[in-house]
């Protein structure tokens, strides 16, 4: 299948080195501890975090650290094809990793014995999802005030009509010859989760891994402006004084 024009055009109109248009809202949900919103394209995610909070059940505890618990779903209208409501192979599998990423920055030794809950609702999907999610579910922390090294940005890289691509959409997914789904931390160039489906070079893992990390540092600045946004104090009209209640007379 052709996905990309001879003259290095894909199918949604970007070019090979191009991310879709991404939007983070942090604080969007009032009754969690930290939440954000994001979109990736026709991606939608929703991330809430809850805790840290007592452990339950108690043999999970670790008495020397929280313990992050990322439960990462699809819901049933979120694709195509109406996906079976419930867990799957493939959200345990997506949980784990993002639990896995969110727990290397978490500051868990702060918070023996409790957990740190995050959901990941996927609202609507056009690949990239287990990106979006780690990507939301960081500025959530965040917004909850839990003590962390960095946020998390993620993108997808991949390899589609024999060119190297960045941040794949659903055709190209599922179509195309490799998807490489990173997630890092751009100041220290840690990598926190890499997955490869498909084949690649050497050469073309290289440009992906570089058109990847190039990507993440973008999307952390988006990351650090949504936080910004939440937390500015908007300078509005100076507030008229309290009145003082007035004397009562007995
Ligand atoms: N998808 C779907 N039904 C499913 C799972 C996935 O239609 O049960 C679609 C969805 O758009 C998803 C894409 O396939 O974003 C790619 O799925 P993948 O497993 O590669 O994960 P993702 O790219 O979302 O991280």
Not at 8 to 33: M, N, T
Not at 120 to 140: D, Y
Not at 210 to 226: M, N, P, S, T
Request: aromatic share 6%; charged share 30%.
């Amino acid at each position: 299948m052709k996905l990309i024009s001879d003259d290095g055009i894909r199918y949604d109109g970007r070019k090979v080195d191009e991310l879709r248009p991404i939007r983070i809202e942090a604080g969007v949900l009032k009754r969690a501890d930290g939440s954000a919103y994001v979109e990736f394209g026709k991606n939608k995610v929703l991330a809430a975090v809850y805790g840290p909070r007592e452990c339950h059940p108690r043999h999970m505890q670790n008495p020397a650290k929280a313990i992050v618990q990322c439960k990462y779903n699809m819901i049933a209208f979120s694709v195509g094809d109406r996906k079976r409501p419930g867990p799957d192979r493939r959200s345990v599998e997506i949980s784990k990793i993002i639990s896995e990423a969110l727990d290397y920055v978490v500051f868990t030794e702060n918070f023996p014995r409790t957990s740190i809950d995050v959901y990941i609702e996927v609202l609507q999907a056009n690949a990239g999802t287990r990106c979006a999610g780690p990507t939301a579910a960081s500025v959530a922390l965040a917004d909850a005030g839990i003590p962390m090294k960095d946020l998390v940005p993620s993108v997808a890289v991949g390899k589609v009509n024999d060119q190297v691509v960045l941040d794949l959409q659903k055709e190209e997914d599922n179509y195309g010859q490799a998807d490489l789904p990173i997630a890092m931390i751009p100041r220290t160039g840690e990598i926190l989760l890499m997955q490869m489906d498909g084949h690649m070079t050497r050469a073309e893992f290289d440009r992906a891994i570089e058109l990847g990390v190039g990507a993440c540092k973008r999307i952390y600045d988006i990351q650090k402006d949504a936080l910004a946004r939440r937390y500015t104090v908007e300078k509005t009209e100076e507030e008229p004084a309290e009145e003082a209640p007035s004397e009562q007379e007995g």
